[in-house]
C-alpha cells in the first residue's frame, strides 16, 4: 500500500476484525485511532509505528505505544466491553482463529481452544512421549483432525542452535520450550499456515503450575510469573520466524486479562485443584475428563528435556545448563 504502510498481524476494532486496507485508510486520518486498535500487530505508516497493548507482535517500538520519530505519542490502549470470562475466551479464540492452526497439547488450555475455534490441530513430540497420547485423546473425543510433527531426537540440536541464536534468554526451560516450538512452527510452514494458535498465558493468568499449589504468598508468585510473559512470548515468536510463521495467544487477549485480574487468587488455586476458573469455562465445552485433568508441564510432555538430558550426557557434560552453552 501507500506511504511505507505495514501491517504485521491484525487488527480490531470494536469487536471486529480489520481487513489491511480498512487499518491503511483509518490511519490515513490521524493516529488517535490507534489507541482503540486491539489485536495482534505491528503498524507503521508515514513515519509512524504501533504495538499491539501486550507487544505479542515483535516490532521496533514498545509494546503498547504509538511512536513518531522515535518519540512516543501515544498509547494502545482499547476498551472493549465488559464480559464474563467465558464469552471473553471465546470471543478472543474466535477472533484469531481464521486461516490457523492450533498447537494442541492434549491440556485444559489448547483443548478450550481447539474446541473454541474448530481448526486443524497439531501437536509435537518425540515417539512415546506424553503430549501425542494426549492430544489424540483430546481430538478424538472433538472429533477434530490431528496432525503430528514427530520431534526426531537426532534433530534436537540443530532445533536448539538455531532457536539459541534468536531467543532473547536461555535456560533449560526455555531450551526445551523452544526446540519443541520449532517443530510445531516448522511443521506449520510446511503446511501452509501463517498462525498459530496456542494456550500460552493461561497458567500464569489462572495458576496452573504445580508450585502454585505449595505458595506461602500466591498473590506475589502469580503477579511474578505474568510480568514474565512478555519474555516469554518474545521467545516463543522468535522461533516462529524462523519459519516466517507467528503464535497468536487467545489467553493475551485485553478481555480475558482483564478477567483474570478480577478473579482473587484465591479462588485460581484451591482445594488442590488449579486453574479452577479456567476449567469452569473448559467444561462448558470439553468433556470432564480433558476439563479437569492435570498435565506435565511444557517443557516436558513433549520428551524434549528428557532428550536434553540424554544429549548433555552424551557430550559429557554434567548438567544441561553447561550442555546449552556450547551452542551460545
Same mark, same amino acid.
Given at each position: 500500500?501507500?506511504?511505507?504502510?505495514?501491517?504485521? &498481524?491484525? $487488527?480490531?476494532?470494536?469487536?471486529?476484525?480489520?481487513?489491511?486496507?480498512?487499518?491503511?485508510?483509518? $490511519?490515513?486520518?490521524?493516529?488517535?485511532?490507534?489507541?482503540?486498535?486491539?489485536?495482534?500487530?505491528?503498524?507503521?505508516?508515514?513515519?509512524?509505528?504501533?504495538?499491539?497493548?501486550?507487544?505479542?507482535?515483535?516490532?521496533?517500538?514498545?509494546?503498547?505505544?504509538? $511512536?513518531?520519530?522515535?518519540?512516543? $505519542?501515544?498509547?494502545?490502549? *482499547?476498551?472493549?466491553?465488559?464480559?464474563?470470562?467465558?464469552?471473553?475466551?471465546?470471543?478472543?479464540?474466535?477472533?484469531?482463529?481464521?486461516?490457523?492452526?492450533?498447537?494442541?497439547?492434549?491440556?485444559?488450555?489448547? %483443548?478450550?481452544? %481447539?474446541? +473454541? /475455534?474448530?481448526?486443524?490441530?497439531?501437536?509435537?513430540?518425540?515417539?512415546?512421549?506424553?503430549?501425542?497420547?494426549?492430544?489424540?485423546?483430546?481430538?478424538? #473425543?472433538?472429533?477434530?483432525? #490431528? @496432525?503430528?510433527?514427530?520431534?526426531?531426537?537426532?534433530? +534436537?540440536?540443530?532445533?536448539?542452535?538455531?532457536?539459541?541464536?534468536?531467543?532473547?534468554?536461555?535456560?533449560?526451560?526455555? &531450551?526445551?520450550? @523452544? /526446540?519443541?516450538?520449532?517443530?510445531?512452527?516448522?511443521?506449520?510452514?510446511?503446511?501452509?499456515?501463517?498462525?498459530?494458535?496456542?494456550?500460552?498465558?493461561?497458567?500464569?493468568?489462572?495458576?496452573?503450575?504445580?508450585?502454585?499449589?505449595?505458595?506461602?504468598?500466591?498473590?506475589?508468585? #502469580?503477579?511474578?510469573? +505474568?510480568?514474565?510473559?512478555?519474555?516469554?512470548?518474545?521467545?516463543?515468536? @522468535?522461533?516462529?520466524?524462523?519459519?516466517?510463521?507467528?503464535?497468536?495467544? *487467545?489467553?493475551?487477549?485485553?478481555?480475558?486479562?482483564?478477567?483474570? =485480574?478480577?478473579?482473587?487468587?484465591? =479462588?485460581?488455586? @484451591?482445594?488442590?485443584?488449579?486453574?479452577?476458573?479456567?476449567?469452569?469455562?473448559?467444561?462448558?465445552?470439553? *468433556?470432564?475428563?480433558?476439563?479437569?485433568? =492435570?498435565?506435565?508441564?511444557?517443557?516436558?510432555?513433549?520428551?524434549?528435556?528428557?532428550?536434553?538430558?540424554?544429549?548433555?550426557?552424551?557430550?559429557?557434560?554434567?548438567?544441561?545448563?553447561?550442555?546449552?552453552?556450547?551452542?551460545?
Amino acid at each position: 500500500m501507500e506511504g511505507g504502510f505495514e501491517l504485521v &498481524g491484525w $487488527v480490531e476494532l470494536d469487536g471486529r476484525r480489520l481487513s489491511g486496507s480498512e487499518v491503511f485508510d483509518l $490511519v490515513q486520518e490521524g493516529p488517535q485511532i490507534v489507541s482503540r486498535f486491539g489485536g495482534e500487530f505491528f503498524l507503521s505508516w508515514d513515519g509512524f509505528s504501533a504495538r499491539d497493548r501486550f507487544g505479542i507482535v515483535p516490532g521496533d517500538c514498545p509494546p503498547g505505544s504509538v $511512536v513518531c520519530d522515535g518519540e512516543v $505519542v501515544g498509547v494502545v490502549d *482499547p476498551d472493549p466491553p465488559a464480559s464474563d470470562l467465558a464469552a471473553a475466551i471465546e470471543t478472543a479464540v474466535l477472533l484469531r482463529s481464521k486461516g490457523a492452526v492450533v498447537a494442541l497439547s492434549g491440556g485444559v488450555d489448547s %483443548a478450550l481452544v %481447539a474446541a +473454541i /475455534a474448530r481448526r486443524e490441530c497439531v501437536v509435537a513430540g518425540v515417539e512415546g512421549s506424553t503430549d501425542p497420547k494426549r492430544a489424540r485423546q483430546v481430538a478424538d #473425543l472433538l472429533n477434530m483432525p #490431528l @496432525a503430528e510433527a514427530a520431534i526426531d531426537p537426532g534433530r +534436537i540440536e540443530e532445533a536448539l542452535a538455531e532457536a539459541i541464536a534468536v531467543i532473547p534468554r536461555m535456560t533449560p526451560v526455555d &531450551g526445551s520450550i @523452544a /526446540a519443541t516450538l520449532y517443530f510445531v512452527a516448522e511443521w506449520a510452514e510446511d503446511h501452509g499456515y501463517g498462525t498459530i494458535l496456542a494456550g500460552q498465558g493461561a497458567d500464569e493468568l489462572f495458576g496452573g503450575y504445580a508450585r502454585y499449589l505449595d505458595s506461602e504468598d500466591l498473590a506475589s508468585d #502469580l503477579e511474578r510469573d +505474568i510480568l514474565g510473559l512478555p519474555a516469554q512470548a518474545a521467545r516463543d515468536q @522468535a522461533v516462529a520466524g524462523i519459519f516466517g510463521v507467528r503464535f497468536s495467544l *487467545p489467553y493475551l487477549d485485553l478481555r480475558v486479562v482483564r478477567n483474570a =485480574e478480577e478473579i482473587p487468587p484465591e =479462588e485460581k488455586v @484451591a482445594g488442590g485443584v488449579r486453574k479452577r476458573p479456567l476449567r469452569v469455562v473448559a467444561a462448558l465445552h470439553l *468433556p470432564p475428563e480433558i476439563a479437569h485433568r =492435570e498435565k506435565k508441564a511444557m517443557q516436558y510432555g513433549p520428551g524434549v528435556m528428557r532428550e536434553m538430558k540424554r544429549l548433555a550426557r552424551r557430550r559429557g557434560f554434567s548438567s544441561v545448563t553447561d550442555y546449552l552453552d556450547t551452542f551460545r
